[in-house]
């Protein structure tokens, strides 16, 4: 309840500053949320541009995988031709692809080169049959038979079809074709020797494989040196007749390459490795595939540029690669001026809000001392129409104080032994229902007269009704809380604490129950507080009637000043709100308090 009283007209307190402070706290904790949302929504988009970078790592990855982690063992044996050998395949720990380098020591070349020469006897019967078959296609070239010569080279070539000789005396024996016919000065077509030296020939129940395929597919059973002779004359060949090896030579040069270290790699993830690949292993098969981070990094920064995700000054930085380290795990960092930017700015409106906000507290404060002065001169014209219900106050809670002194004091005798039966609880409890009678006489003077100025602040509806509860013995009332601590109003707390005491103080008179059970509860389509309590009811007739100045409900001698329900509804008129009865019945009263100012927070 707001009075008036001399320590106000001296001005000797200083509780006007409350708001002010709490109101300046207030804005400043809303500046300071503002500054760290700002502040996070900076960091989440630096870590959304940062998942989108790995995103797109990760897409570019997916095309690598579409392209090279799909080949099978079988598959890439068939069509080697057409795959370029910058990748390798690794099979339960043995490298697979490309073919990989297992040369003998001793070199055949020569022998069997003597053989096809005719300078030593042929090792075997289907040797001398090549030899025989190659000496008539020489003499189908002599006779110039086009007839006969076609009849010597298709059974020359069903010959390597039907039998397959050792890889070197096949590369020979094709070498050996082409020789014979350039000495004939007859050279075979381009696109035959391509065939022999490349492509192979497709039969339909074998392949003939070619040149490079016999090199690449069965060096095992050559030696270095022979494999060296052996590309030296297919070169040659190929550029008498303008032939572009092309993709073979890499396949060559693979040969010679050091073989990536294979990394230890967990099955369907993918993983870098500083040496510039891209591991990755399913099931048993691990592929190896060039990845050189930085360039393939700048290409996507660059798209993600000309997309719009990234600013031109945007700087992407992949840290140093020292283990193999999962794609999911890259350490990426982005270099953003305009995130800088952004930040600066934060902090130079965090500062200038923080500036305005003490300059208006100043001022706020020079504004309200000011109004202060011109309220005290107020009140002092008021001082003399109190006059009277200060005496009243004076003469009555004098008396009162003394009648609850002695209270305590016979309480005390009756610890000590001494009878004095049930005296002490009744001073006490009678002296209480005075003090209670001339407050609200008090407060309904002053309301009547116009004289309160209500001090309205933000608080917890739940905590308000817990602070007004602990005033009553804990035997005499029980309160279910169907509300929580989220539900606020902004009201005079000392007013709105009156009202729920004037409730509960008739709750408890008017109960014919061992002690007065309430429940509170919210009804948010109306924005009112639904008090419910257990007495005995009130007329439907009556419901108006108990709103009126000194009317008391007749049921039960109870006592009081009939000014209860007619100060608590002056009080919520006062607060733009309503007091009012909502269901009534011998099981009790539901009491709807409706306030203008009443949210649920989410905080």
């Known amino acids: 309840m707001t009075s008036i009283n001399k320590s106000k007209l001296k001005g000797d307190n200083h509780y006007w500053l409350l708001p002010i402070i709490m109101g300046s706290v207030f804005f400043l904790f809303l500046i300071l949320s503002e500054y760290w949302q700002g502040r996070e929504q900076l960091n989440n988009n630096k870590v959304l541009l940062v998942d989108s970078v790995r995103k797109n790592i990760s897409l570019d990855i997916s095309r690598l995988q579409h392209l090279y982690f799909s080949f099978d063992t079988q598959k890439v044996f068939e069509s080697w031709k057409n795959i370029k050998p910058d990748f390798y395949i690794i099979e339960k720990g043995l490298q697979i692809f490309p073919f990989p380098l297992q040369v003998q020591e001793e070199s055949s070349w020569k022998k069997h080169a003597d053989i096809f020469e005719g300078k030593s006897e042929p090792l075997d019967e289907l040797t001398r049959e090549r030899i025989g078959i190659i000496e008539q ?207 600066y700015y934060l902090n130079i409106y965090l500062v200038g809000k923080l500036i305005m906000l003490a300059f208006l507290t100043g001022l706020m404060l020079w504004s309200v001392r000011q109004l202060k002065q011109r309220e005290r001169q107020r009140l002092e014209q008021l001082t003399m129409r109190e006059k009277f219900l200060n005496l009243v106050s004076h003469e009555l809670k004098t008396p009162l104080a003394s009648i609850r002194l002695m209270s305590e004091t016979l309480q005390k005798r009756l610890n000590r032994g001494m009878d004095t039966k049930d005296y002490p609880e009744r001073i006490l409890k009678e002296s209480d229902n005075l003090w209670f009678m001339v407050d609200n006489l008090l407060s309904f003077n002053r309301i009547k007269q116009g004289m309160v100025a209500l001090d309205k602040e933000n608080m917890s509806v739940k905590s308000l009704m817990q602070k007004v509860v602990s005033c009553f013995p804990d035997d005499s009332i029980y309160v279910d809380y169907q509300i929580s601590h989220c539900l606020f109003i902004k009201a005079d707390a000392l007013m709105i604490e009156l009202v729920l005491k004037n409730l509960l103080v008739n709750a408890i008179k008017y109960n014919q129950n061992p002690r007065a059970e309430l429940i509170l509860a919210y009804d948010e389509n109306l924005s009112s507080l639904i008090v419910t309590d257990n007495g005995i009811g009130i007329d439907k007739n009556l419901w108006y009637q108990v709103f009126e100045d000194f009317y008391r409900v007749g049921q039960l001698n109870a006592g009081g000043s009939g000014l209860g329900l007619a100060l608590s509804k002056a009080i919520m008129k006062l607060h733009h709100g309503d007091l009012s009865i909502r269901a009534s019945s011998s099981k009790g009263t539901e009491w709807q308090l409706t306030l203008s100012e009443m949210w649920e927070s989410n905080e």
């Not at 050792?166 to 074709?177: A, F």
């Open 137 to 343: 296609l020489a003499n189908s070239l002599k006779q110039n038979d086009e007839t006969v010569l076609r009849q010597a080279f298709l059974r020359y070539q069903w010959h390597k079809e039907s039998f397959r000789l050792l890889p070197l005396s096949e590369m020979l024996s094709d070498l050996k074709v082409i020789a014979i016919a350039e000495e004939q000065s007859k050279p075979l077509s381009r696109q035959i020797v391509r065939l022999m030296l490349l492509d192979g020939f497709e039969r339909n129940t074998h392949r003939v494989a070619s040149f490079i395929e016999l090199l690449l597919q069965s060096h095992s059973n050559l030696s270095k040196q022979d494999i060296l002779q052996a590309y030296k004359t297919l070169s040659k060949v190929a550029e008498n007749y303008n032939i572009e090896l092309g993709l073979y030579s890499k396949y060559y040069d693979k040969l010679w390459e050091t073989i990536p270290q294979n990394p230890v790699v967990e099955e369907d993830i993918h993983i870098l490795t500083p040496d510039g690949y891209l591991a990755y292993q399913e099931g048993q098969t691990q592929w190896l595939v060039p990845y050189p981070i930085e360039v393939r990094l700048t290409r996507i920064i660059d798209d993600m540029k000309q997309r719009g995700v990234l600013r031109g000054g945007d700087k992407v930085i992949i840290s140093n690669l020292i283990d193999p380290t999962a794609v999911d795990n890259l350490s990426i960092h982005l270099n953003s001026p305009e995130w800088q930017r952004s930040w």
